[in-house]
């Protein structure tokens, strides 16, 4: 049976040294689109996501990440 879900995403981010493997900055964003729905169905999962939807969606999200990254001062 295939369900409607509003469309949501999360993604995090971190800068790690590669000499010592210290984290230098680390962040998420998430974002959520009401006006969006996702079909969710099959027995494993699945989704049905439009490109203009993903987006959407995670546009925003690098955005964030990226302003946060270049005002750090690792």
Excluded at 2 to 17: G, T
């Amino acid at each position: 049976a295939k369900e409607l879900e509003p469309a949501a995403a999360a993604m995090n981010a971190r800068v790690i040294d590669a000499e010592t493997g210290d984290i230098l900055w680390a962040d998420e964003a998430s974002a959520d689109d009401k006006k969006y729905k996702v079909t969710i169905s099959g027995v494993g999962g699945g989704s049905d996501y439009s490109r203009n939807t993903i987006s959407t969606l995670i546009k925003p999200m690098v955005e964030e990440l990226t302003e946060s990254l270049v005002s750090s001062d690792f």
